[in-house]
């Protein structure tokens, strides 16, 4: 009996998976809509300024959000603003991952590395949210307003980079398996 007609079908690298090109149309699409949304945050971002500077006079702002001052729509536009920047690495990386999955050879060296720019992405990111969440009570003091420091940690987050330092050194290891198998006779 022959095993490898048994196995003919999964050995077809030119045949993508529907799972997979579908992956790969939804993260072209995720990519176009992140930049969309960087270009609205960056335009909020611009008109908070203009705001601030108080350049026309009038709060350009007020006619649009009533219910938000010119310096907390900065700070939402600059937060969402490093948001969609993380938002973008990631879907930048997956879409490369993407690529050679769609090529039939997903265990190449620099998937290793996109995966750890994922996770240090990840990871910078979180840090910079709890960071941010622990300060940002002392950027809006008012008198009117009573706001505690809390630390909120999100155990999702820290699980999903630990996930991915996981697949980052799987796919390290797999490589580096493959680079031996190729050197063996």
């Given at each position: 009996?022959n ?12 045949k993508?998976?529907p ?24 335009l ?15 709060d ?17 536009s ?22 050679t ?19 240090i ?36 987050v ?28």
């Open positions: 009996m095993v490898e007609t048994l196995y003919a079908e999964e050995s077809s690298a030119s993508s998976s799972a997979t090109i579908f992956l790969h149309r939804f993260l072209i699409a995720l990519w176009w809509i992140g930049w969309a949304g960087l270009t609205l945050f960056v909020a971002t611009f008109l908070s300024v203009l705001n601030i500077l108080n350049i026309f006079g009038d350009i702002l007020n006619y649009l959000f009533p219910e938000t001052t010119p310096q907390d729509a900065l700070i939402s600059l937060t969402m603003i490093v948001a969609v920047i993380v938002f973008l690495i990631v879907v930048k990386q997956l879409r490369m991952i993407c690529y999955l769609l090529a039939g050879d997903p265990f190449v060296p620099k998937n290793a590395k996109r995966f750890r720019i994922i996770w992405t990840v990871l910078v990111a979180e840090i910079m949210r709890v960071t941010w969440a622990l300060f940002l009570p002392w950027l809006g003091k008012n008198e009117d307003i009573s706001m505690e420091m809390t630390l909120d940690m999100n155990a999702s820290w699980f999903l980079v630990m996930v991915l330092i996981i697949l980052a050194e799987v796919f390290r290891e797999g490589v580096r398996l493959r680079q031996e198998a190729k050197l063996t006779v």
